[in-house]
Nanobody
Framework: QVELVESGGGLVQAGGSLRLSCAASGSTFSISAIAWFRQGPGKEREFVAVIRRSGVTSYADSVKGRFTIARDNAKITGYLQMDSLKPEDTAVYFC??????????????????WGQGTQVTVSS
């Protein structure tokens, strides 16, 4: 079993930056990909970014060029650096981890473990 705990959310003005962290504990040797999803008010949960164990990354078009995902394999921690934030980025951000290599990494079904989420609010 793996436990994920997010931190770093908060309130920021449009154009600002935040850095989210996702600390993993438990059977962390089994983690393959680490991803971030978000769910805005009244919206479905959506994919934001993923980083595979190899370091290869993928991003949603809406955040490409503004967000950067990273991971520290020694600390078993994932990060999401968010720059040039927009009010439409307001959401609860969730960290997710998968045990196996899967091709459908942009879908929530690819992930076995989830954090509780951290609120990000961007004011205009």
């Amino acid at each position: 079993q793996v436990e994920l705990v997010e931190s770093g959310g908060g309130l920021v003005q449009a154009g600002g930056s935040l850095r989210l962290s996702c600390a993993a504990s438990g059977s962390t040797f089994s983690i393959s990909a680490i991803a971030w999803f978000r769910q805005g008010p009244g919206k479905e949960r959506e994919f934001v970014a993923v980083i595979r164990r190899s370091g290869v990354t993928s991003y949603a078009d809406s955040v490409k060029g503004r967000f950067t995902i990273a991971r520290d394999n020694a600390k078993i921690t994932g990060y999401l650096q968010m720059d040039s934030l927009k009010p439409e980025d307001t959401a609860v951000y969730f960290c997710a981890a998968s045990r196996f290599i899967r091709t459908y990494v942009m879908y929530a079904d690819a992930y076995d473990f989830w954090g509780q989420g951290t609120q990000v609010t961007v004011s205009s």
